[in-house]
């Protein structure tokens, strides 16, 4: 069994960085992405970024590449979300997530894909 624990979040205003983590505890051998989706008041969750477990693939959704980095920083079991230049429109809970299969080309619009979700965190973007 799989558990996500995901740490950062809170408030910040326009422009400004945060920085989130997500620690994979159990069994991760099998884990091949992990990554963040995001979901806002009254919208479908959705994609924001993943990385290869096994090599240096990442994939962005559109609408953050250029201020979102994700990085693995062992070997498997732990990722960070660096969001630099945050908008107001990146508000929203956000989750970490893992696969142990395939990716997806549409991975962003694919929740169900992802079978391990950690509990969420906040990130409210607000001046």
């Known amino acids: 069994q799989v558990q996500l624990i995901e740490s950062g979040g809170g408030s910040v205003q326009p422009g400004g960085s945060l920085r989130l983590s997500c620690a994979a505890s159990g069994n991760s051998n099998h884990i091949l992405w992990m990554g963040w989706f995001r979901q806002a008041p009254g919208k479908e969750r959705e994609g924001v970024a993943v990385t290869s477990t096994h090599n240096s693939n990442t994939y962005y959704a559109d609408s953050v590449k250029g201020r979102f980095n994700i990085t693995r920083i062992n070997a498997k079991s732990t990722v960070w979300l660096q969001m630099n230049g945050l908008k107001p429109e990146d508000t929203a809970f956000y989750y970490c997530?893992?696969?142990?299969?395939?990716?997806?080309?549409?991975?962003?619009?694919?929740?169900?894909?992802?079978?391990?979700w950690g509990q969420g965190t906040q990130i409210t973007v607000s001046s």
């Open positions: 997530v893992a696969r142990d299969g395939a990716l997806a080309m549409a991975w962003a619009e694919r929740p169900a894909d992802f079978g391990y």
